[in-house]
């Protein structure tokens, strides 16, 4: 049955003006002069006024300075006329900036023009957002073809885009117990070398403390101490005027070992909100893995090195010593037929000539391997056409080529992309005993491509990678520039090597 209202049962209006008072949600409503005519207890809440101050007060005092001409020209504008929403940056209680959508009306209340607006606050929503996105991005940048330093100067750039930090730092441990400047942002020019000098003068670090306890410590007042503090007389000038004075720091801790510390910079008074302090920790944990990862490909260039070495070694053995050895008995042959006959001196010296042409044609290539000078003067294609010419020399192997354009890459890249070529075609001369090998180097759109076919002897791709082929070196050039390798083989059936790396990575 529909209810009957009586004189004491609320009227409608009376209803929604109760309504909007208690709602959750701040609701203003503005004149066509700007100024706020309404406020509800959530608005004031926000802003963190009360409603008689706000009462007007002009809109445009609480949007951001830098957002201002074009948010009041968008709510002058017959755009607001319809229902609608936009999104802008308030500030909210303390002056803190606020993300926000308004969501707005117009309407007429007895020939008066009013605009009402619902303020959504999204600030944490958005903030989560963007600790999702750059923690995803801090990820793939870990498989990046880039040194440690510059990893980490991008983290730090990270944590202070998307929280309210001023400045970070990444700190390292070193092995005699000092902290070495990893990675920055947002800390003033020559602050690094300055404030390992005060460590060197025993000034205390919140970074060590952290690294020493396994735990996150929060110093306050950093600056006021530090000035007060002689063994900081090194940072003195460039920290007198700096706006932070609250100092987070996270160990970064691998397995049971601390290897350093992330600093996070924030105002004077100011202690980080929770939501700051897990992504931080997970910033933390971001760098660890670069360190880590660093320290994995520090470990594996070095192998590769040994391999490389091992093989030059096998290569002089096998080629160039063994020609001495045989002009050295050619030569000894000669001199003993000059003494005895010597009509037959002839044959050993045209002997010790073929040896002695052959060897220098040895060593010129195992020089060219060691240095390709043409990868720089020519480029990956100019030295690939090199190798291949040396290829033909060396093994009598037929050499197809279809070489596109120059990749754009970085000269390291290239440099491996050129190892990878040069093992696989020393593998399909030495080893393959191959006697056709077509080689292919493209770049299509973002990708690198380099194919290696012979009709060598094959293998067991299936079965673990035979080392001395040096297969597995490749793998890891390859996957070093964030690409991949792979190898098709059967016994009797020859092989392909096929590297693919992105170019827009491996140009960086």
Sequence with gaps: MPVTQTSAFPTTDEIVRTLV????????????????????????????????ELIGAEVIDSIVPREREEVCSFLASSAVDQPGRRS???????????EVVLHHTALDLRGVRLLTGIIEDVTE?????????????????????????????VLAQSVVETTSALAC???????????????????????????????????????????????????????????????????????????????????LIHGATAVGALNAYYPSGQRPPEIDMSFLRAMADQATSAVDYSRLLRASREKVALEERQRLARDLHDSVSQAVYGIALGARSAKELLAKDPAQVQEPLEYVLRLSEAAL?????????????????EGLTGAL???????????????????????????????????????????????????????????????VRLEIHDNGVGFDAGSALPGHFGLNTMRERATGLGGTLAIESHPGEGTIVRAIIPANEAAR
């Design 21 to 52: 008072e208690v709602v959750p949600t701040p609701v203003v409503v503005a004149d066509a002069a700007g100024c706020y005519v309404y406020v509800n207890p959530a608005a004031s809440q926000f802003f963190g006024r009360p409603a008689d």
């Design 88 to 98: 802008m940056t308030l500030l909210g209680r303390d002056r803190q900036e606020r």
């Design 125 to 153: 929503t958005r903030r989560v957002r963007r600790e999702a996105v750059t923690l995803a991005q801090s990820a793939a940048r870990l498989g990046i073809n880039r040194s440690l330093n510059a990893t980490l100067d």
């Design 169 to 251: 730092g990444v700190y390292l441990l070193e092995k005699d117990g000092q902290l070495r400047t990893a990675g920055t942002f947002g800390l003033p020019d020559g602050y690094a070398e300055a404030i390992a000098d005060a460590s060197r003068q025993g000034a205390p670090r919140a970074a060590l403390r952290a690294i020493e306890a396994r735990a996150t410590v929060i110093e306050e007042d950093v600056i006021k101490r530090r000035l007060a503090d002689p063994r900081f007389a090194s940072v003195h000038a460039m920290i007198r005027n700096q706006p932070w004075s609250v100092v987070v720091s996270m160990p």
């Design 361 to 377: 044609a040895e060593m010129r290539a195992l020089i060219f391997e060691l240095r390709p000078e043409a990868l720089e003067r």
């Design 385 to 447: 056409k090199h190798h291949t010419a040396v290829l033909r020399v060396r093994y009598g192997i037929a050499v197809e080529e279809s070489l596109g354009g120059e990749p754009v890459m970085s000269w390291e890249s290239k440099e491996a992309l050129y190892r990878i070529a040069q093992e696989a075609l020393h593998n399909a001369g030495r080893h393959a005993r191959a006697t056709e090998v077509r080689l292919v180097l493209s770049q299509v759109d973002s990708q």
